[in-house]
């Protein structure tokens, strides 16, 4: 068992906790920071898999773009939960703090177990260049229809954020 195995099979079962987690939250705001990560430990399983440049767009596009936009969609729209069903703080993020020391404590192990990277896992890589063209030129298609989703998806949430100057349009 190398250090490699042991870093995917801990990745892999942050994934696993973090979606788990991700999908039974009553709070919003919650599920979109286990959703990070989740998108975190996706990213390091593809750095250990030899696709570095997949595991960088994981993080920028993923984590950091695409859940920043949820997360003000979230703060956007009220939170219909009740002060009565909310627990307290710790059990709240219990759970993300365990996974979030877990995901630090991987990272260190990748880092200070090969500092100069002289162990490499066997990847098969393809370049910067071999994957945009593939993804620009063979799917190109499955590309605009997600932008167009997540177009749609953005003016909904406007639509469902915004707010009422008109006392008399409110409900």
């Given at each position: 068992m190398?250090?490699?195995?042991?870093?995917?099979?801990?990745?892999?079962?942050?994934?696993?906790?973090?979606?788990?987690?991700a999908i039974t939250r009553q709070s919003a705001v919650h599920a979109v920071c286990y959703l990070v990560i989740s998108f975190m430990g996706t990213a390091v399983i593809f750095y250990i898999l030899g696709a570095p440049l997949l595991a960088a767009l994981?993080?920028?596009?993923?984590?950091?773009?695409i859940?920043?936009?949820?997360?003000?969609?979230?703060?956007?729209?009220?939170?219909?939960?009740?002060?009565?069903d909310k627990p307290s703080r710790i059990k709240q993020w219990l759970p993300a703090m365990i996974l979030a020391g877990i995901s630090a404590l991987m990272a260190g192990l990748l880092v200070f177990a090969d500092p100069g990277n002289r162990l490499r896992p066997p990847a098969v890589m393809g370049t910067p260049r071999e994957f945009g063209r593939i993804l620009f030129q063979e799917y190109w298609f499955p590309v605009e229809i997600a932008s167009l989703l997540l177009l749609a998806a953005l003016i909904g949430a406007?639509?469902?954020?915004?707010r009422s100057d008109h006392p008399e349009d409110a409900p």
């Amino acid at each position: 068992m190398t250090v490699f195995n042991i870093i995917f099979y801990l990745a892999a079962a942050i994934v696993i906790c973090a979606t788990g987690l991700a999908i039974t939250r009553q709070s919003a705001v919650h599920a979109v920071c286990y959703l990070v990560i989740s998108f975190m430990g996706t990213a390091v399983i593809f750095y250990i898999l030899g696709a570095p440049l997949l595991a960088a767009l994981e993080v920028i596009i993923y984590a950091g773009g695409i859940m920043v936009l949820f997360l003000f969609v979230v703060m956007m729209v009220k939170d219909q939960q009740s002060p009565i069903d909310k627990p307290s703080r710790i059990k709240q993020w219990l759970p993300a703090m365990i996974l979030a020391g877990i995901s630090a404590l991987m990272a260190g192990l990748l880092v200070f177990a090969d500092p100069g990277n002289r162990l490499r896992p066997p990847a098969v890589m393809g370049t910067p260049r071999e994957f945009g063209r593939i993804l620009f030129q063979e799917y190109w298609f499955p590309v605009e229809i997600a932008s167009l989703l997540l177009l749609a998806a953005l003016i909904g949430a406007l639509y469902l954020g915004r707010r009422s100057d008109h006392p008399e349009d409110a409900p």
